[in-house]
């Protein structure tokens, strides 16, 4: 097979930070190399300076065997025929569809722009995904997902030798996961290599020809994907046996904590869920299916039309998140660089400013639990004064859950917890759960991650365009019973 591209001893230091220390590695023509590792060991790194948004201190990126990149910067790269997808959505909001997929190399028609064709173009290339939008709505309307998508066509759109997908599937659902791994198998055949990051571990053995496992800036392992187990793989990334995935352990639950009644918004109708004390409760569907929405209508973000909120007893006013927060509400949001961080600010303020508006707190006290949640959570920070700008994808995650957790609330919402975050640090957001289960919390999960609601929650709601399609108990349940309601293939009337 003919090698496209190879790392020759990479290596790259930010302040405090070695993030990439002697990285020796390839790429085939055809080839989907699967890049692993736990949050912050230095995967996104190496593809930017593949990308040409970082030089590296030393070594060197060898295109089609033998030309040298002897400067790094985003055109060059562009035109050596390297394509991004990457991890943190990078369209810009107010322009269409069109706009951002045509952004740079526009279609004319002498000096203007030819809006026409333009329209066609995306309009088959959104068809050949099965993307069913409008090429001229704006991004800022669309779903995140969609927007995934979106990235995805406009990488499309132009000539590629080499993609690099930077966990393109933390905000796709089973649907829309398949549909890329098609397009991906397509591009196989076209002979395009790829490099495909993810902390969905199963999608290794889906997409995968080849795995490298990185930890701390360097390669610990390279592997044909026939010659490597999960459990390998899993210890590999966190550095440690993990026994069990999913430690949630089932127990008799206490008093009714949170009571949604007939919620009924712009997106969702007739909505009612009950948590108690030591609860999970999973929310699933498909994207889009309305589950955030409920969120942000419960949290008082969101005005809704009808219905009633209940936190211990006491109902909610609407769009008040103080209020909410003061009952001792909480919901960590699934877009946490818009919602959840303020980016220009250290780990340590991002983590205490929810706890410093609802309790009257000692600093002192506050810094050392700051401390303690970083270690909890292995929370890859050189310090707590770090910039939250900073940090690795998965890593900033992590500093808006351990930012909730110090509230101290009893009703915890979240929103896709464990999107991109690496699976060690997964099974310790779990077990964070259960303790705060243990204290008398109660807890609502939405997610897309199948195997995850079914091994974390006790019950489990379906929503389907906006209604709940189905309620069951989760150890009762199986996945294709959950995507079968989540697609709205069985009547409401069925449910067990
Ligand atoms: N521009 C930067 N300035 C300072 N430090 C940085 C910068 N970019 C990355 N780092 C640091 O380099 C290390 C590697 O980060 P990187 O983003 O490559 O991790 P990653 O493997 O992609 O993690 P994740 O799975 O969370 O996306 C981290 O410690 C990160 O904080
Ligand atoms: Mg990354």
New binding site residues.
Partial sequence: MEKILEFKGITKT????K??DDINLDLYKGEVHVIL????????????ILAGA?TPDLGEVILDGNKKMERYSPILSEEAGIRMIY?ELNLIPELSIQDNIFLGHELKKGVFLDRKKMYKHTKQLLQSLNIDENPRKLVKDLSIAYQQMIEIVRALSSDAKVLVF??PTSSLTSVEIKELFEMIRKLKKLGVGMFY?S?RLEEVFEIGDRVTI?RD?VCVRTENVENITMNEIVEGIAGRKIENLYPHVRKPCGKKLLEISNLTGKRFKNINIEVHAGEIVGLSGLVGAGRSEIARAVFGIDDYADGEVFVDGNKLPKNSTAKAVDSGLCLLPENRKEEGLALSMSVEKNMTIAALNNLLVNNRLLRRETLDYVEKLSI???TID?LV?????????KVVVAKWLMTKSKVFIFDEPTR???VGAKTDIYELMDMLLEQGAAIIMISSDLPEVLGMSDRIYVICQGEIAGEFEADKVDQNTILQYAFGQQKKEETN
Avoid at 14 to 17: E, L, Q, T
Avoid at 389 to 397: E, I, K, V
């Fill in positions: 930010f302040p405090g930070v993030a990439l590792g736990e949050n912050g060991a230095g995967k996104s790194t190496l593809m930017k970082y991890q930077d966990e990051i902390h990185m800036g890859a920070t050189p770090r700008n900073f940090l690795s994808g998965g890593t900033q995650q991109g975050i690496d």
